[in-house]
């Protein structure tokens, strides 16, 4: 028996697919979101194969298939929201960066996991429980050279995520970003050309579905940092009571 439904963009290869199965093999239901559908498809005869049931949705979160998605959520009782689909432009300095790229970025990194957890935030509330898991990166706690677009749409969401689960606090919804390191996926390989050095995106999936049955205590609005297979948490009230004084070097 399935114990809720959960939701995963981007989740046609790399992580988005572990998480969608290691989701499966935890016993949710599955609604799995990206724009090529022969490899939706794919996943889905794998997530039946493991007994639960699998609903694919194709096409641009950006456009109808956003709208479309979100409608779905607001008729939903989806338990497990993850914003996983991102845009990561090939790495350029900032003057070679054109407008497009720059909305194209922020619109899938950004605005789309605005929207969709504007769509389910009010039926979880209803249910008094769910998760929403943002993910992040690495690139969005440390800034990378000629990847300034990707970055800055990391940091926003990481912003986002942490102002958000303060709004959820007392409603029975853990809101929570995730920020993994370099993962041995197609999109890592075509940018940097190093995956099969970086972590495996199975193990990333496996800790971070560990977070949501809570077998990883990660507080509301913290962190969820994971390289080479560790991970350690950032609780958002890292600066809570650090007194400044002129000059003086802070650890983050």
Same mark, same amino acid.
């Given at each position: 028996?399935? *114990? ?26 599955? *609604? ?34 956003? &709208? ?7 008729? +939903?009782?989806? !338990? ?31 605005? #789309?996991?605005?929207?969709?957890? !504007? ?7 209803? !249910? ?35 102002? *958000? ?13 995730? +920020? ?9 390989? =075509? ?23 809570? &077998?990883?205590? *990660?507080? =509301? ?26 000059? =003086?070097? #802070?650890?983050?």
């Amino acid at each position: 028996m399935a *114990v809720g439904l959960a939701v995963v963009t981007g989740a046609s290869r790399g992580l988005g697919r572990e998480l969608a199965l290691v989701l499966a093999k935890e016993g949710y239901d599955l *609604v799995v979101c990206a724009r090529g559908v022969k490899d939706l498809e794919a996943v889905r005869k794998e997530i039946l194969a493991l007994g639960q049931n699998c609903l694919t949705w194709a096409g641009d979160l950006t456009g109808s298939g956003g &709208r479309d998605l979100r409608a779905f959520l607001e008729g +939903s009782e989806a !338990q497990v929201l993850i914003n996983n689909a991102a845009s990561t432009p090939q790495l350029q300095c900032l003057e070679e960066l054109t407008a497009t790229e720059y909305h194209r970025t922020f619109a899938l990194n950004v605005y #789309v996991p605005y929207r969709l957890m !504007q769509a389910a935030i009010p039926s979880m509330k209803k !249910q008094g429980s769910g998760v929403i898991v943002n993910i992040c990166s690495f690139a969005g706690r440390r800034a990378i050279r000629n990847a300034s677009l990707y970055c800055a749409s990391k940091f926003a969401l990481r912003g986002m995520t942490e102002a *958000v689960a303060q709004e959820l606090e007392g409603t029975g919804i853990r809101c929570f970003s995730c +920020s993994p390191g370099g993962m041995n996926t197609s999109m890592r390989q =075509q940018i940097f050309h190093d995956a099969d050095q970086q972590q495996a995106p199975a193990a990333v999936a496996q800790i971070i579905v560990d977070a949501i049955a809570g &077998r990883v205590p *990660v507080p =509301q609005g913290a962190d969820l940092v994971i390289r080479g297979g560790e991970y350690a948490i950032v609780p958002r009230e890292q600066w809570t009571g650090v007194k400044l004084e002129r000059g =003086q070097a #802070v650890p983050v």
